[in-house]
């Protein structure tokens, strides 16, 4: 099992910035992949970011990309998301994950969810 805990969320104004932080426990962190999805309002949760278990894949969704950055810290058991230049289509519910596997791709798919923080862009 892996326990997942994000924080950094809140609000924001179009074009600023946040970091979301997930804090992992319970399996050795370099163990799983791990990364970041979201859900709006409505909308399926869909992912946006991943880090292969070393660190040496990065995927990005299109959306994001350019935008968006992924990393990991191995030592601290802590993945991070910078966000910059936010836009209100930004605005959802980012949940920490984890997966059993070496990277996310093909299968994207989370094995451990972290419990959603809020992140709202204002326009």
């Known amino acids: 099992q892996v326990q997942l805990v994000e924080s950094g969320g809140g609000l924001v104004q179009a074009g600023g910035s946040l970091r979301l932080s997930c804090a992992a426990s319970?399996?050795?962190?370099?163990?799983?992949?791990m990364g970041w999805f979201r859900q709006a309002p409505g909308k399926e949760r869909e992912f946006i970011a991943g880090?292969?278990?070393?660190?040496?894949?990065?995927d990005y969704a299109d959306s994001v990309k350019g935008r968006f950055t992924i990393s990991r810290d191995n030592a601290k058991n802590t993945v991070y998301l910078q966000m910059n230049s936010l836009k209100a289509e930004d605005t959802a519910v980012y949940y920490c994950?984890?997966?059993?596997?070496?990277?996310?791709?093909?299968?994207?798919?989370?094995?451990?969810w972290g419990q959603g923080t809020q992140v709202t862009v204002s326009s």
């Open positions: 994950a984890a997966k059993d596997g070496y990277s996310w791709f093909p299968s994207p798919k989370a094995d451990y």
């Open positions: 880090k292969s278990r070393s660190g040496g894949i990065t």
């Open positions: 319970g399996r050795t962190f370099s163990s799983v992949a």
